[in-house]
């Protein structure tokens, strides 16, 4: 659903059909000097639920319109051709 490039680094997102899971793959090309953390906004989530984000070392919550409108930080990476994968899983009210 989601794609991004640019000179160092490129992201991809894919959405199952139903909307409750998402995974994103991050990929730095080449490491520069002063590596920062990169924002990645994504897209084809239900802005008003909540999603579990796992593969960032923690799994952290974050609601779909903060993970569309400000985006996913992903960490500094060291090292050409860094990659890390993120797992989003829709959290389910409780009824």
Do not use: N
Not at 59 to 80: F, H, K, N, T
């Amino acid at each position: 659903m989601a794609d991004g490039w640019c000179s160092s680094w490129g992201f991809w997102q894919v959405v199952g059909k139903d909307g409750k899971e998402s995974l994103v793959t991050w990929i730095q090309v080449l490491c520069g000097v002063g590596r920062q953390s990169h924002m990645v906004r994504l897209k084809g989530l239900e802005a008003s639920a909540h999603y579990r984000v796992e593969g960032a070392g923690e799994e952290v919550e974050l609601s779909g319109d903060i993970l569309m409108y400000a985006g996913l930080r992903i960490p500094d990476r060291r090292g050409d051709f860094a990659g890390q994968v993120f797992h989003l899983v829709r959290v389910e009210e409780a009824e």
